[in-house]
């Protein structure tokens, strides 16, 4: 075979370098970047606006205002290609690729190739393929936004005047010219090429007295040409000066906002993080570094220092001039401004010649290293070892780098807008008539925000419109938008942390949209995706919605940190949609969801993040419908981040669970802290404070109910007229004292017209009942007699358990009983009752006292593990008491650290023995050794503190009475030692 000549393989290396140059750019580009940014977005409607003939513009006034050459050349493509965004980032990869071979041509013409050599310019090749495999020039080879295109002017511009030099011919000036006056239409970082033109004319003259007497002539005419090419965009910035530099002015140095007020502290502070970029630390935006890394790859970075080196040694030889003057003059975008330093859009001019000073620095250790070993073979091969270990190693960096980070992180996406897109592409997907589309933002971003991707991608024929959930606009706009249409399509974004949801754009943290829609309307169908969900509500007739019209005053104090100030709530037709007449009646339909708005106001800055609990309950004090939501501000701020006095709404989809017997149910809320779950109680000492009364009423359909046990069919005709369709047993352990709860699950299978009486019961192993009911259904609240047939009913029976039964296991069954006769029993299921040991003598007790809390309980004193502590540190209480008589309720014992003020810095409240003891199971004369740990505020200033305990029912917030001797009620708290808090 016939070896090819030197010509032959210079072609056959830049090819292969161009193919690796295609490969980084084309490969997976449709697929990686996932998502699109909001500035592809912006210039995709621009070239489309410019592909469809609607304007032609010299200035894009959107993104703070954008050159528009970019936008062009994507019109272009999109009239030949068609309109997507795999085809504006096409258009980038092109210019990426032929910046290529028209970057060796400059290289080459700075550093030709020796005599020695033919054609080959080691230097230029080896520049070339590190731009080839440049991780920064591939990242931006992959956008479809401007700065691209800056490397390919800049590179033009200086082969034009390195010829117009070279040969002196006019042609190549007036090309200079022509690509110049273009340079102003692509990218801010362009406007400091002629900064870079005069200083290399310059020093053309400097050099060469002779250079501007023989060549004044196509100076001028470079300027000229050049000048009549950005005219238009000159005249749009003199008469727009204000639009034309807002970017600028935005980022600049001379700004105080970004610059701290000290202008020469920031440049000092940019230009070391531009030059930290390229070796170090590189551009913080994922955009733009999806890896987070430096310019450089790790050997890259060590040829790229000697480079640098090299050419500020040589830098009176022309070609080392212009490259230590290009990098100073493309790197002066970045340097004089602020904010986000390093930035790799705006030093992008300075991306060449990054490429070309590892390759100088390469062949200048070669070059070191030849001049003092003895020339050979084995020279000539470690010098291709590792001048190819170096280039694979750079290659494969990148590749690792670009490709296979968006494996590993999952933060790009968020970066990239990916959920816009897939949004996007399900809208497309989905054609629904007669309906709208609504995204929703946060409240901090104005409506419309974002729809520039939607605009660009979406192509289906319903109406969307991005929402600002500011409750003071949204519920308008979003009645105005709803008219006329059968239903609405929201798409209820994921992926944002709640408690951080102020950060968050594309969100609906406090569910406002789902308030309205669920308060009118209903909830037809969800569809889940992975960055966000599609639902579809039913959009009612009159389409006005409201959060609240009137809100009831109230003032229930939680803890002195919020107070509750108002509340309005009501109910829904029977019907899949309500008016506003129907959603103000307090009147439910049994499995529907109801409302609730609830006014808040911060007493003081709140100690922690709460959570608010809302629900509906019956008269067995059992929830039937219940809602928990992190209380937001309508700035989505959770309550630690309020100040004093701050007023906030907040809303609520109160649920009735089904099977929800007709009848009048409390609403009632509870706050707790959303770390600790630990309650925030009323200033009366209540866990929970009813706020009103729902009716549930029957609905049109019964119920479908999902028992914890089923009953087979056959077996669940326990009584004429009524099926038992399962049951729910919540505990298959108890103790003596405990009250053991059943939910009954019925099914009328006639108008039953029967009073039936329900009871459950314990048996133990020998046949003896220990405990047993009888109850009419629900309380007594919805007898049998009122069953209608077809309804299904859930029936909760309450079975308090005697403090004295004995440890074993017990037959848990339902009798039925009418007019005092027993219809039948059905054994249920077995469960634990568990024993425990009990003490009836007083033991060794460090602080004796001797007090009664009501008629039950005797206080006989404590133990203190110590009476110092610090601030943030815990002590250790141990309380003794003893039952007088058993006690029918279950009481929770306080603990409190007082200041001399009675403020509290330490609390814990619970029922005695942490849950293990309650006072319904204690026995006569019985002893109970009842330990807590009080945890100190660690803001609790050094002093005396007292210890302040009691007991009080966690139902209502009564507190027990301490008693005197002659039973004269003295108070309704107990105070012990004094703890010294301590530095």
């Not at 006690?887 to 003020?901: G, K, Q, W």
Request: proline content about 5%; overall charge negative.
């Amino acid at each position: 075979m016939k070896r090819l000549d030197s010509r032959s393989q210079l072609l056959l290396l830049l090819a292969i370098i161009v193919l690796v140059a295609i490969f980084f750019r084309i490969f997976r580009l449709d697929s990686l970047p996932r998502g699109m940014t909001a500035d592809e977005a912006t210039h995709g409607l621009e070239a489309l606006a410019i592909a469809q003939g609607e304007n032609y513009p010299v200035f894009l006034r959107g993104m703070y205002g954008a050159l528009p050459m970019y936008a062009y050349w994507i019109a272009i493509l999109f009239r030949l290609v068609g309109t997507s965004i795999q085809t504006a980032r096409f258009g980038a990869a092109l210019v990426g690729i032929v910046t290529i071979p028209v970057f060796y041509l400059l290289v080459r013409e700075l550093f030709p190739p020796t005599g020695r050599r033919g054609p080959w310019s080691i230097t230029a090749l080896l520049a070339t393929y590190f731009l080839a495999t440049s991780y920064w020039h591939i990242v931006y080879s992959r956008l479809a936004i401007e700065p691209i295109l800056v490397p390919l002017f800049g590179i033009l511009i200086l082969y034009c005047l390195l010829r117009a030099r070279k040969s002196g011919r006019r042609a190549f000036f007036l090309l200079g010219g022509l690509t110049l006056g273009l340079a102003f239409y692509t990218y801010p970082a362009a406007y400091f090429l002629p900064v870079l033109v005069f200083a290399l004319l310059a020093y053309y003259t400097w050099r060469d007295s002779q250079f501007l007497r023989t060549h004044w002539l196509n100076v001028l005419l470079l300027f000229t040409v050049c000048f009549a090419i950005a005219a238009p965009l000159g005249l749009f910035a003199a008469s727009n000066f204000d639009t034309f530099t807002e970017r600028a002015r935005s980022v600049s140095l001379l700004n105080p906002e970004v610059s701290g007020g000290s202008p020469f502290v920031a440049l000092v502070t940019s230009c070391a993080k531009t030059i930290a970029m390229f070796n170090f630390k590189g551009d913080g935006y994922l955009v733009y570094n999806p890896a987070r890394r430096p310019v450089l790859d790790p050997l890259a970075s060590i040829w790229f220092a000697l480079g640098l080196c090299v050419i500020l040694r040589r830098c009176r030889e022309p070609s080392h001039f212009v490259l230590l003057i290009w990098l100073v003059t493309m790197c002066l975008p970045a340097i004089l401004t602020a904010g986000q330093i390093p930035h790799f859009s705006r030093s992008i001019g300075a991306l060449p010649v990054t490429c070309i000073l590892p390759a100088i620095g390469m062949l200048s250790a070669w070059e070191w290293v030849k001049a003092r070993i003895a020339t050979g073979r084995l020279l000539t091969i470690v010098a291709t070892v590792v001048l190819s270990i170096s280039v694979l190693f750079t290659t494969a960096a990148t590749y690792r780098d670009y490709f296979v980070v968006w494996d590993t992180r999952e933060n790009l996406r968020q970066g990239y807008d990916g959920a816009y897109t897939a949004a996007a592409a399900v809208m497309n997907q989905t054609q629904v008539p007669d309906s709208l589309w609504i995204l929703p933002l946060t409240s901090h971003v104005p409506s419309g925000y974002g729809g520039d991707h939607f605009d660009f991608l979406y192509q289906g024929g319903a109406p969307y419109y991005t929402v600002s959930l500011d409750e003071a606009t949204a519920p308008s706009e979003v009645s105005t938008i709803c008219r006329g249409m059968r239903k609405a399509l929201v798409i209820d974004w994921k992926g944002y942390v709640l408690e951080k949801a102020y950060n968050a754009m594309a969100a609906d943290p406090k569910g406002l949209i789902p308030f309205l829609f669920h308060k009118y309307g209903r909830e037809l169908d969800r569809k889940s995706y992975e960055a966000f969900d599609v639902v579809t509500y039913k959009v009612p007739g009159s389409a006005t919605f409201s959060i609240a019209e009137n809100f009831e005053p109230l003032t229930v104090n939680f803890g002195d940190e919020l107070m509750l100030t108002g509340m309005a709530f009501g109910g829904s037709s029977l019907q899949d949609t309500s008016t506003p007449q129907e959603v103000e009646r307090r009147e439910l339909p049994s499995g529907k969801s109801g409302w609730v708005v609830l006014r808040w106001r911060a007493l003081a800055v709140p100690r922690g993040n709460y959570k608010v609990a809302v629900y509906l309950q019956d008269e067995g004090d059992h929830r039937a419908g219940q809602v928990d939501k992190l209380l937001l501000s309508n700035y989505l701020h959770p309550t630690r981040d309020w100040r004093a006095g701050q007023e906030e709404i907040d809303y609520y989809i109160l649920p009735s669970w089904d099977g929800m017997a007709p009848g009048r149910y409390k609403v009632g809320v509870t706050v707790y802290d959303a770390e600790s779950l630990e309650v925030v109680r009323t200033v009366g000492g209540r866990q929970t404070r009813e706020v009103g009364m729902m009716e549930i009423v029957r609905p049109l359909v019964a119920a479908g109910v999902e028992p914890e046990v089923g009953i087979e069919k056959d077996k669940g005709e326990v009584a004429p007229g009524i099926r038992l369709l399962g049951y729910d047993l919540p505990r298959r352990e108890a103790n003596p004292g405990d009250e053991l709860s059943v939910a009954l699950y019925w099914q009328a299978l006639e108008n039953v017209n029967r009073d039936y009486l329900f009871a459950v019961q314990l048996t133990d192993e020998q046949g003896e009942v220990w405990a047993h009911r009888f109850d009419s259904a629900v309380y007594g609240t919805y007898p049998t007699t009122e069953w209608a047939e077809g309804e299904v009913l859930k029936d909760w029976h309450d079975l308090a358990l005697p403090a004295d039964m004995p440890q074993g296991s017990y037959q848990v069954s339902l009798a039925i009983s009418e007019d005092d006769s027993l219809l039948t029993q059905v054994s249920l299921e077995r469960i634990d009752v568990r024993g425990r040991t009990r003490q009836f003598v007083v033991p060794g007790i460090q602080h004796p006292v001797e007090a009664r809390l009501g008629q039950g309980v005797q206080f006989l004193g404590y133990d203190l593990s110590s009476d110092e502590v610090t601030a943030g540190g815990a002590f250790q209480l141990t309380l003794y008491w003893q039952a007088l008589q058993e006690i029918p309720i279950s009481y929770t014992v306080f603990t409190h650290l007082l200041d001399a003020e009675e403020g509290i810095w330490g609390q814990r409240d619970s029922v005695p023995g942490y849950g293990a003891f309650p006072t319904t199971s204690w026995m006569e004369g019985e002893v109970i050794t009842d330990e807590y740990e009080i945890i100190v505020d660690p803001d609790a200033p050094p002093g005396e503190y007292v210890i302040e305990i009691g007991m009080y029912d966690a139902s209502t917030g009564q507190r027990l009475s301490v008693l005197s001797h002659d039973q004269v009620v003295k108070e309704d708290r107990l105070l012990l030692g004094v703890v010294h808090v301590v530095p």
